[in-house]
């Protein structure tokens, strides 16, 4: 059979040593699996960190993230924020759950990319605990106020980069992982 090359000629690549070596140090090393310590550390650096850069799917499909502070962190995999009960994110989640954060702390060289399930949940216990004073200059009525609604992202996959130790980490199932403690 016959195949279209579309004006391109293919032809064998073959690299001498030194340039095998130079193109395999620009190649990132293979992802290792995330390991309890791992995942900890991950929580931990969320929560020091307190912003995140929060991404969902608007009307036409189209990935649109904003600015979100992140009030909690559970070891478990759910990351908490406040948001508008009826704004563009809330509006996002009821046509589809899938959320995706975005952390970075460039100071230690870490990024963090997490995909998981977002969904406005009603708990005021939760909103009551994860109260600060930052919160109430987006919801000046406190906790209590109306506009105000909290986000549960439930995290189910991710990549986490520690630069400065050459390590990449990667998530999955993490929720499921936790409840297993492997």
């Known amino acids: 059979t016959a195949r279209a090359n579309h004006g391109f000629e293919a032809r064998q690549?073959?690299?001498?040593?030194?340039?095998?070596?130079?193109?395999?140090?620009?190649?990132?090393?293979?992802?290792?699996?995330?390991?309890?310590?791992?995942r900890h550390d991950l929580w931990k650096t969320i929560s020091e960190h307190?912003?995140?850069?929060?991404?969902?799917?608007?009307?036409?499909?189209?990935l649109?993230?904003?600015?979100?502070?992140?009030?909690?962190?559970?070891?478990?995999?759910v990351v908490w924020v406040f948001i508008a009960a009826t704004g563009g994110i809330a509006q996002d989640?009821?046509?589809?759950?899938?959320a995706y954060l975005c952390v970075m702390d460039v100071g230690k060289d870490i990024y963090?990319?997490?995909r998981g399930h977002g969904a406005l949940v009603d708990y005021p216990a939760k909103v009551k605990a994860l109260w600060n004073t930052f919160a109430g200059a987006w919801f000046p009525?406190?906790?209590?106020?109306?506009s105000l609604g909290l986000l549960r992202v439930e995290v189910e996959q991710g990549d986490y980069w520690d630069v400065t130790s050459?390590?990449?980490?990667?998530?999955?199932?993490?929720?499921?992982?936790?409840?297993?403690?492997t």
């Open 112 to 114: 963090v990319w997490l």
């Open 93 to 98: 989640l009821q046509r589809g759950s899938r």
């Open 166 to 181: 050459s390590k990449i980490a990667q998530f999955f199932m993490l929720a499921k992982a936790a409840l297993t403690k």
């Open 13 to 38: 690549l073959s690299l001498d040593d030194e340039e095998l070596r130079i193109l395999q140090s620009h190649v990132s090393p293979p992802p290792e699996l995330a390991s309890k310590d791992d």
């Open 50 to 62: 307190g912003v995140a850069m929060l991404a969902t799917l608007d009307g036409d499909g189209t």
């Open 141 to 146: 009525g406190g906790p209590t106020d109306p």
């Open 64 to 77: 649109n993230a904003r600015p979100v502070a992140t009030v909690g962190v559970d070891d478990g995999g």
